[in-house]
């Protein structure tokens, strides 16, 4: 009876463990992270510098320095949908980036990118559905770890690089666009960052989970 016990115990502490160890590899509501394009290894980046044509909104670009802060994106729900502070985001929801620094928000529309005269893509204020990006990725939920694609709601182009670099007063960072098609430039993943999470969320049982940071 003692040696069951103790196994029905053991048991116990060690699914804990293992529901703790993937509730860390979530990428959930409220983090703010920095978005690494794997075709070209940048940040997706945003600064107070304004675009000389197209919409005149903030600029958004693509930077290799990994340390900078205004590469800080959170991320949250939808204008008209809560989104709990800790909880993960699913695959194949509705999200926004708020730029930390300047706070905007990363957006798009029908206007012609500077460089490649593909789809702008900007940091705008106000907040409206161009501000809402689609997140594709396999699996129930956006992992750490995982390749995803965001593709924009209301115009359906997908947020990439179009590898061509700016000059003054943003010389060497790349141009950020939205494209019809999908190739390797629309592949993100997460890098740095501040990860909020819970050690109480079991994706199975959709427990909801509490509100703890790293």
């Not at 116990?12 to 529901?19: G, P, Y």
């Not at 290799?64 to 205004?70: A, E, I, M, R």
């Not at 959170?74 to 999200?95: D, M, V």
């Not at 992992?143 to 359906?156: A, G, I, L, M, Q």
């Amino acid at each position: 009876m003692i040696t069951t016990l103790i196994k029905l115990v053991l048991f116990i502490l060690i699914s804990f463990h293992i529901v703790a160890g993937r509730a860390g590899q979530y990428v959930t509501c409220g983090s703010a992270i920095k978005l690494q394009n794997l075709a070209y290894k940048i940040r997706l980046h945003s600064h107070d510098v304004k675009y000389g044509s197209g919409s005149g909104q903030q600029s958004v670009t693509g930077t290799d320095t990994t340390d900078d802060v205004n590469s800080h994106w959170a991320i949250l729900g939808p204008l008209n949908k809560t989104c709990k502070r800790g909880e993960p985001i699913e695959c194949g929801s509705t999200i926004r980036f708020h730029h930390l620094t300047t706070r905007k928000f990363l957006h798009s529309h029908l206007f012609s990118s500077p460089l490649s005269g593909s789809q702008e893509v900007s940091a705008f204020g106000v907040g409206d559905t161009g501000d809402y990006w689609k997140v594709v990725c396999d699996g129930d939920f956006w992992e750490r770890d995982d390749n995803v694609v965001f593709r924009h709601v209301d115009t359906n182009v997908y947020l990439a690089t179009s590898g061509h670099a700016y000059g003054r007063p943003i010389n060497g960072q790349l141009e950020i666009v939205g494209l019809t098609r999908l190739d390797s430039s629309c592949q993100w993943k997460t890098a740095e960052g501040l990860y909020i999470h819970t050690s109480t969320f079991n994706p199975k049982q959709n427990i909801k989970p509490e509100h703890n940071e790293l």
